[in-house]
């Protein structure tokens, strides 16, 4: 086993290597950012990175040294890369990049894991960021440990033998982090519609942001709830403390990211478990959580109920991510539902997100028929079961009053 510094490191990968790094919480920010110093040697490297937006934003497919990056999520601080043709963006859902990750034609030389410290035993724990970990790690040819203190050693999560890494470096910064901010007045008048959507027994899929955290504030008052997520975040505490939650059911994601004081308390948090994508948000997984309800965002609703959640203005800036996999499931579930989330214009406040038609070259990150539910802060609109003509009519209705006459109008022309 060889011992390196991260700068040493960051100088060691070779032209035409295809060197994994995990996103969330996951990314080393030291590695990151050496990899992106102009004073340190690169080569000609092929990142494949699962860097989520808002969470991961360093771009590592620099013009210095000729590197690229082949992500599933797009974000803005990628355009620039983009443009140049030195992103690769494969738009699948979270189970369909597991997929890719794991077939043998994808090719992996290296894997880059940032992990606890070695316990008494040997075995440094994945902490909070499995996500595909375990999967990279059996197939790379190749494992390099970043040894962190600040990942902490949790029960519920893999852990994995000293002797699996050929090289080592030590870091001590901080775990990549999610900060909800403020709440928001917007929100909580969405969750005050929202929340009565969500039964007591229900299973939860939910994201990360100020609605989702503002509906688990919303819901410590509820009984015998379980999470089955992709992602968790501070708010999720709240449940734990509140008693809201199954007590003999595990809380099962693939991820938790937030605060650092977040971090610090999930080693106090009992039943937590985490497993990575190919199984979180496998659809025979999914098949068998019972009352199952998913709570997602999106950027767009149009009047037939299809949802864009990548693109804004023709420019991609996000993924699919787990939302495909999470309303397909939620909405095959006869107990279940489908929950679309946002608010009705977007942060300017004069456009509207409920639109008469997603514009040409627009993606549908969920085709109509996986849609339950879609709620902003004027009202919920039903859409299981119901005609075009009545999916129209509730969807203006929830929209903002200044844009409903526009999009009334819109769904007449279209004859629905």
């Known amino acids: 086993m060889i011992e390196t510094t991260i700068a040493r490191l960051a100088a060691s990968f070779e032209d035409d290597e295809v060197v994994y790094l995990a996103g ?147 870091s001590t910064a901080p775990l990549a982090s999610y900060d909800v901010g403020a709440p928001s007045p917007s929100a909580a008048a969405l969750v005050a519609h929202l929340a009565p959507l969500i039964p007591h027994g229900a299973t939860l899929q939910i994201g990360l942001g100020k609605i989702p955290s503002q509906l688990i504030d919303a819901l410590v008052h509820h009984r015998d709830l379980a999470l089955h997520t992709g992602m968790i975040g501070d708010a999720t505490l709240n449940l734990v403390a509140a008693g809201a939650l199954r007590s003999h059911q595990p809380i099962v994601t693939a991820v938790a990211v937030g605060t650092s004081e977040f971090y610090g308390q999930l080693t106090k948090v009992r039943g937590l478990e985490f497993a990575e994508v190919g199984f979180t948000h496998a659809p025979e997984t999914l098949a068998r959580v019972s009352r199952f309800h998913a709570v997602n965002s999106a950027l767009e609703v149009d009047l037939l109920g299809q949802v864009n959640a990548e693109s804004v203005g023709g420019r991609h800036v996000s993924g699919p991510g787990g939302l495909p996999d999470f309303a397909r499931a939620a909405h ?36 109509q028929h996986d849609v339950d539910a879609v709620v902003t802060e004027f009202g919920v609109a039903m859409l299981r079961g119901q005609p075009l003509d009545e999916r129209a009519r509730r969807l203006c209705a929830i929209a903002h009053p200044a844009h409903r006459s526009t999009l009334l109008a819109a769904a007449r022309a279209l004859g629905k």
Request: proline share 8%; hydrophobic share 40%; net charge neutral.
């Open 24 to 170: 969330s919480c996951g990314e080393s920010t030291e590695l990151s950012s050496a990899l992106t110093d102009r004073s340190i040697a690169g080569a000609k490297t092929l990142f494949v990175t699962s860097f989520v937006p808002g969470i991961n934003s360093t771009c590592l497919a620099g013009p210095q040294h000729g590197s690229r990056m082949a992500v599933f999520f797009m974000q803005r601080s990628f355009d620039a890369a983009l443009a140049e043709g030195r992103i690769d963006f494969r738009p699948l859902s979270y189970f369909g990049v597991h997929r890719y990750l794991t077939d043998p034609s994808t090719r992996i030389d290296t894997a880059v894991i940032q992990v606890a410290p070695p316990d008494l035993h040997g075995r440094c724990s994945l902490g909070p960021g499995v996500e595909f970990m375990p999967s990279i790690i059996a197939r790379a040819r190749r494992v390099i440990g970043i040894l962190n203190p600040h990942v902490p050693t949790l029960p519920g999560s893999p852990s994995i033998p000293m002797d699996t890494f050929a090289v080592i470096s030590h």
């Open 332 to 367: 095959l579930d006869a107990s279940g539902l489908s929950i679309i989330a946002l608010n009705a214009t977007d942060g300017s406040g004069t456009t509207s997100r409920i639109v008469s038609q997603l514009a040409a070259g627009t993606p549908v990150t969920v085709p």
